[in-house]
């Protein structure tokens, strides 16, 4: 399409002037036929004015200001509401987690946790007796540790 | 004399800052406007108040990103058109009654535009321009569907456009012969799709 149709085309579709594109589409057919297009639709666009005056609903202003301010308080309110998504990715890491420590413990060997055996025949039973201690005090403490036993 | 100082200016400065009874002024002032705007593009009444009560919040939520770069009623338009174009796009209301209600011969008349005879009812022939030049326009920009509504619905010169929208008259030109392009583009696609006879 030529230039002339680009800068007079607004003048033309409102009747206000565009004699130079007028003379023009009187010799080129192409931009003849392109502009009774735009034209036709250009005629179109009246339906979408309102026909008759549309009367705004009684309390129209009220209701919007209630609409809005319920929500601000949504808004507010939404501050402390938890994502659905982040709990559901919470409870999974929690699972996974668990899951973790649990295999981790079952794959530890049992006898690996030290038996807490104090009974006089463990406390004797790990004296050495091949090598008899000198030291008084050693064998003193043996002495009250087994006068203080009682089954 | 720039806009930010006039009445209206202030009186958005005053809603900017978060006073509600300024917001409530410029409710009152452009209700009407809003409710004739959406009733020519989505003509369900029972929904008009639905999308009014949308297109004023979004005002009111985002006040305070109003530039003062166009007038209050550009920027309220174009949040209105969007707000139609968005909810025909969600309901898909509109359902297409060129084949269902209207004769051959009305559909001819919606083609070619011929005014109605008295044998048609002149309101379905209405009906079905406003459907087709809808579904035209859900095909454009959005900058293209407003600068063609405020030209062709508002009857806004292309000064006055360029006033409006901080843009010069040729490049308000330009789009606007863009965007009729697009239009045409858009027409010859769906005349040629099947199903549809517009």
Redesign the interface.
Known sequence: ?HRI???E??DYL?GRGGRELTSHLTNCEQCRG?VA??Q????????????E?????LG??N???L??ND?KSKSFLSIFAVDPGFTRKLALASLLCLAACGGYLATQPVDSVAPSDHTPEAVMASHDVSAPSDDPQHMDGMLVTLASYHQ | MDYQSTEEGALVSRAQSGDDDAFQEIVQKYQSKVFSIIHGIVRQRNDVEDIAQQVFSKVYFSIRNFDYRSSLITWIYKITVNECFDYLRKKKVRKLVYESDLSEDEVRRVENTEPATDRAPRTDVRLAGQDYIVKLLAKVSEEERNLLMLKEVEGYSVEELAQMTSLNENTIKVKLFRARQKLVKAAQRLDRSPGTVA
Do not use: H, W
């Open positions: 399409m149709v680009e800068k085309l607004e409102s392109e297009e735009m036709t639709l250009s005629g179109l666009f009246g339906d979408l004015r309102a026909v005056p549309v009367a705004v609903p129209f202003s209701r919007l200001m609409n809005i929500r």
